[in-house]
């Protein structure tokens, strides 16, 4: 069975630092694994994705991940922090044969001025 | 990409009653995807909603309580029955992408029950 466990529920950052989310990811197959955004009383919104192609993988508004298959994980990164990043994140992992994802249980990162 | 209309956005509703909720996609998909994000919490699959034959249910959810219909390749209803202040959720509709590569989804429906 696929599961994904995010390690630490909240994160704070200052304006300009480094953003650090963590993933974790157990799956039996090559994993497709994926990192989501939600803004305050919004959906999701697809950050980027590993589909098995190159590990390094950069999505939007200046966000990457890197999959280390060695180490199980698929951190969330971004060099600097913009007040605008304060939401809520999620890594899930996608189960190849139905579609369904499989949800960590969220990170809150909080932007500090 | 799939764009995905979620009605209606939010409701409050009293106990016992029951709520339906549409998700209307722009274009035809295979399958459809109903989630619960309880509040504070993440999000759990509550079923998969094939068209032209019956949901798969996840563990802990039942028919009874979460109908769903799926009547062509573009809409899907997911019903709350019975509702109790447990259910106070909000739910959404997500579809795959190509090859399952990617989920979109819907804007969600933020349930209050009184």
């Known amino acids: 069975a696929q599961s994904v466990t995010q390690l630490g529920s909240h994160v704070s950052v200052s304006e300009g630092a480094l953003v650090l989310l963590r993933c974790n990811y157990s799956s039996s197959v090559p994993p497709y694994l994926f990192w989501y955004v939600q803004y305050p009383n919004q959906g999701l919104q697809l950050l980027l994705k590993?589909?098995?192609?190159?590990?390094l993988v950069k999505g939007i508004n200046g966000f990457e991940a890197e999959f280390k298959k060695s180490e199980t994980s698929f951190h969330l990164t971004k060099p600097s922090a913009h007040m605008s990043d304060a939401a809520e994140y999620f890594c899930?992992?996608?189960?190849?044969?139905?579609?369904?994802?499989?949800f960590g249980q969220g990170t809150t990162l909080q932007v500090k001025p | 990409s799939a764009v995905i209309s979620q009605k209606p956005s939010r409701d409050i509703c009293q106990r016992g009653t029951s709520l339906t909720i549409q998700c209307q996609v722009d274009?035809?998909?295979?399958?459809m995807f109903w989630y619960r994000q309880q509040p504070g919490q993440s999000l759990t699959l509550i079923a998969t909603?094939?068209?032209?034959?019956?949901?798969?249910?996840e563990s802990g959810f039942v028919i009874d309580k979460f109908p769903i219909s799926r009547p062509n390749l573009t809409f899907s209803t997911l019903t709350v029955s019975n509702m109790s202040p447990e259910d106070s959720s909000i739910y959404l509709c997500?579809?795959?992408?190509?090859?399952?590569?990617?989920?979109?989804f819907g804007q969600g429906t933020r349930l209050t029950v009184v």
């Open positions: 590993y589909t098995s192609a190159a590990t």
């Open positions: 899930a992992v996608s189960d190849l044969n139905t579609g369904k994802l499989i």
């Open positions: 274009s035809q998909v295979t399958m």
């Open positions: 909603a094939n068209q032209g034959s019956e949901a798969t249910y």
């Open positions: 997500s579809v795959d992408g190509q090859r399952n590569t990617e989920a979109f």
